[in-house]
């Protein structure tokens, strides 16, 4: 009897403990995640706010006007969104059709032992860093290219605008660029698309397969019609890397002045513009329009982003790795 | 006449041959692309490694970076300064992106932890140049560069990976454990860091160092935080911190041929630690993922 008080204390102060040890963590989980809340928030004013002079300067206007002239102080993104577009379009042309028969490979075709090691290598070819990546492209690649293949493509398909343009041969330029971001992609889409692809039912393949179907009728009957969704979300992710990518574009793209219907032409997107200019910007209103090109880029890369999301949960894509 | 005929014919005709031939076809296009991405990450790595290694030195990897038209040279400020930019990005972000990722599974109600999911893969979506851009707005106008601005960059970059992947692995954690624990009367706190948090340790580490390789290699988000910097060893994070990823940009938009050599060198570094990271931590990933498999 004697002892029951002291095991009374004992309880008590255990359990004053627990309730402060649970307190405690859950106040700093709390306040990690509210801090992860509030950088993005953070980042998303701060870059408006930079934006402002330039806005109030040029309107919307920005988004399609071509000058972009520092000496006399006019602005306009015209060129780099074009640049954007071309730079990505060919990235995700090429890339995207190369990564889905990647994860066809990986997740179908590949024999066991083979998939695992392949799987990592693809994988391995996105913790390249950008930097390595674009010095390789410009100093490797873009000569190769400038050198073998844009000579071939423009006597052969000359005739075709977009091949219109004599190839220079350092290589610099839009098609080079494009190429560059279809590497960056390729590993992002095809690593999406073998979860995707995974995640199909066996019983679904094996009851076409039982049923005659080719290996290939039962991928495009089964698997690929069934994950359609998600092969779109996982393209969008790509574009929303290509899009964002400044670092290697701008060692690749020559950063060149004008819209050109060529693709061996140099340009400028907008992530490369910034990378270019920060440090060469001095007055006001050139920053705040580098803060503008951003504030595109943020804008752009959220809206891709969350229509990846609302595809993955509208269709329901079950198992993937978005 | 008709008992000629085999009633099932076991050799297909144009129809059937056509259909195996497609299918072959196919099958044959998705293993070359397969192959090609292999052979690209071939071409890159060995590019890399033929042209860097030879550069490489034991004077080169602790000598200074070398001055305007200076030739020789060494990248031991670089290397340094780099390390230093990664911890302090990996200072900040691990245990944030934990913790975050403990409140969103253990702790967060129904409704929040979607919308945490969320913002973590919005953040892993936001293109490195517009961090950098926030940084120098937040951080570097009017104040300068500093190694802090850099690492901080750098944190936001790792920040989102490591708390998914902490998600992930928090998630593998066997649902008998924590039953368990719950059914003993054990308070929150103490099965998070006496049970959780110790099943998933191995995971965690895991997904960090996969994160900072991945940051190591990063130059966007250092670009206007830590781009200008002395030519020596520094070790002060109040100043501007030379790294690896600006100075082979720098040097790779150079016209000099030898700042090319010297970019492939750094280049060679710099790829050798990313991959070997990240091979590593994927290793590991693999045989656990393997080891909770059953």
Not at chain 1, 94 to 103: K, S, T
Not at chain 1, 137 to 166: D, K, N
Not at chain 1, 309 to 315: K, L, M, N, P, S
Not at chain 2, 85 to 97: E, M, N, Q, R
Request: hydrophobic share 55%; net charge positive.
């Amino acid at each position: 009897m004697s002892t029951l008080p002291a095991t009374e204390t004992l309880r008590g102060r255990r359990r004053v403990r627990d309730w402060l040890g649970d307190r405690i963590l859950f106040g700093l989980t709390f306040a990690a995640a509210l801090a992860s809340i509030a950088t993005m928030i953070a980042i998303a004013w701060k870059i408006f706010q930079g934006a402002r002079l330039s806005f109030e300067e040029f309107g919307i206007a920005f988004v399609w006007g071509t000058v972009w002239d520092p000496v006399k102080g006019v602005f306009g993104a015209g060129q780099l969104v074009y640049g954007t577009a071309v730079t990505c379009a060919i990235a995700l042309l090429v890339g995207a059709p190369l990564a889905i028969a990647i994860g066809l490979y990986l997740s179908e075709i590949a024999p066991r032992g083979v998939r695992g090691v392949i799987g990592t290598l693809v994988e391995m070819l996105a913790a390249i860093p950008s930097v390595v990546l674009g010095l390789w492209g410009i100093l490797v690649m873009a000569p190769f290219l400038g050198q073998h293949v844009e000579p071939w493509l423009h006597r052969h398909f000359g005739f075709i605008p977009i091949f219109g343009g004599s190839p220079q041969a350092g290589g610099s330029g839009m098609l080079t660029a494009g190429l560059i971001l279809a590497i960056m992609v390729v590993p992002i889409i095809a690593s999406i698309c073998r979860e995707l692809f995974l995640s199909v039912p066996r019983e679904l393949e094996e009851g076409a397969l039982a049923l005659g179907s080719t290996r290939w009728e039962m991928v495009r009957g089964v698997v690929l019609s069934s994950t359609r969704p998600g092969i779109a979300a996982a393209i969008i992710l790509g574009l929303g890397r290509a899009l964002g990518e400044a670092i290697a574009v701008a060692q690749v793209i020559g950063a060149g002045i004008g819209i050109h219907a060529s693709l061996f032409q140099t340009g400028n997107t907008l992530a490369a513009q910034i990378a270019d200019q920060f440090q060469g910007a001095v007055s006001k209103i050139q920053i705040s329009s580098l803060f503008y090109l951003a504030a595109i880029l943020l804008v752009i890369g959220l809206l891709s982003n969350l229509l990846a999301q609302w595809i993955v949960r509208r269709f329901e894509v079950q198992g993937s790795g978005i | 006449m008709a008992a000629a005929e085999p009633a099932l014919q076991l050799r297909g005709g144009g129809r059937v041959r056509r259909r195996w031939i497609v299918n072959r076809i196919m099958e044959g296009l998705a293993t070359v692309a397969a192959l090609l991405a292999v052979a690209i990450l071939g071409i890159v790595v060995l590019s890399v490694l033929r042209r860097g290694a030879s550069q490489l030195s034991w004077g080169f990897l602790t000598g200074s970076l070398p001055t305007f038209g200076e030739t020789g040279g060494g990248i031991a400020p670089l290397i340094i300064g780099s390390a230093i930019l990664v911890g302090i990005a990996t200072a900040v972000a691990l245990p944030l992106g934990v913790l975050t990722a403990l409140f969103a599974s253990e702790f967060a109600p129904r409704r929040v932890a979607p919308v945490i999911r969320l913002t973590l893969d919005l953040m892993n979506g936001l293109p490195s140049i517009v961090i950098a851009v926030f940084i120098y707005g937040l951080l570097v106008t009017g104040r300068g560069q500093s190694g802090w601005a850099g690492g901080l960059a750098l944190s936001i970059v790792m920040f989102p990976l490591v708390a998914r992947s902490t998600q992930e692995v928090l998630r593998l954690v066997p649902a008998s454990l924590r039953e368990g624990a719950m059914a003993m009367g054990v308070s929150r706190w103490r099965m998070v860091t006496g049970i959780v948090l110790p099943a998933s340790l191995g995971g965690i580490v895991t997904g960090g160092v996969l994160a900072l390789a991945r940051a190591a290699g990063e130059t966007a988000p250092l670009l206007f935080a830590s781009s200008v910097f002395a030519n020596t060893i520094v070790w002060d994070p109040g100043q501007a911190l030379p790294n690896m990823p600006v100075q082979i940009f720098i040097w790779s938009e150079s016209p000099d041929p030898e700042d090319h050599t010297r970019a492939w060198a750094t280049a060679f570094v710099l790829l050798v630690f990313v991959l070997l990271a990240s091979m590593v931590a994927r290793a590991a990933l693999a045989r656990r993922r393997r080891k909770l498999g059953q």
